[in-house]
């Protein structure tokens, strides 16, 4: 007689604009340009020698205390913080206990019939391809706490580039105030030079302001944010491939993951 199939939904992940991170942009520059529109002569709020000593500075000096590896990775990791994929912790308990129930009734080979539903997340497929392989609990768990703790490093250093800038940019902001002051009090003698000479020291600062406050802090902020989502899903994942892996009762499982999710998110599978 066959085995009894459990039906296993697998959560696809949803990969989508983050709304949250898009709209506070957009609405933080919208206003800014709003006043400037409002105020008359919004060209004088643009500036070139301004834009380099500010833009060209930061990423510069950032660059001197990073690598160029780091800074692309950087800027490939924004991009996700915009694009992110939603990642709910409970769906993902739920996804585990559905897995760790068929290995029970089914037998941990049984599996194996599953990995290519669950290749959308990397993390999941990566512990239940060492389960089926035979691998003991122990070292499943041992080796995605190692590969857990890699990407939170990842992470905390691409967060780290963008505080950076965020500290930078203001300082570039001072430093084209001074040059800018400079230049103006070195040609006092011809008055023409002098509005160009202002528009740098005062723009510099703005320029600098506006991007520490309201692109590079954010984003490091959001990505932090994203990180500790993603580390709380991927160690419910690491949580329950162990547990497969050492053949523990499910039930068990389902205990040991609510003491990990927070209060509002716990599951009840088996009540």
Request: proline share 5%.
């Amino acid at each position: 007689m066959a085995e009894e199939v459990i039906p296993l939904h697998i959560r696809r992940v949803r990969t989508a604009m983050d709304t949250a991170t898009v709209v506070g942009l957009v609405c933080g520059f919208g206003l800014i340009a709003g006043a400037i529109y409002l105020g008359g002569a919004p060209s004088s709020f643009v500036n070139t020698p301004a834009i380099l000593i500010v833009g060209g500075g930061t990423l510069a000096v950032t660059t001197a205390c990073f690598s160029l590896a780091e800074m692309g990775r950087t800027l490939r990791v924004v991009l996700k913080t915009i694009f992110h994929s939603s990642r709910d912790p409970s769906d993902a308990a739920i996804q585990v206990l559905k897995i760790a129930e068929m290995a029970r009734k089914q037998g941990v080979l049984a599996l194996q019939n599953i990995l290519g539903s669950i290749q959308a997340e990397p993390f999941l497929y990566k512990g239940v391809s060492m389960v089926v392989d035979g691998t003991p609990g122990e070292e499943v768990e041992s080796i995605m706490r190692r590969d857990l703790h890699a990407t939170v490093q990842r992470h905390a250093k691409s967060t780290s580039v963008l505080r950076k800038m965020g500290e930078f940019s203001p300082a570039m902001g001072l430093i084209g105030t001074l040059i800018g002051l400079v230049q103006m009090l070195g040609n006092l003698d011809h008055p023409s030079t002098i509005g160009p000479a202002m528009a740098v020291a005062l723009l510099t600062t703005f320029y600098g302001a506006v991007l520490a406050n309201m692109v590079f802090l954010p984003l490091a902020a959001k990505l932090e944010r994203n990180s500790t989502e993603e580390a709380l899903v991927n160690s419910v994942y690491m949580m329950g491939a162990a547990s497969i892996g050492r053949q523990e009762n499910p039930r068990r499982l389902e205990m040991l993951l609510n003491s990990l999710l927070p209060p509002a998110q716990r599951v009840r599978y088996f009540d």
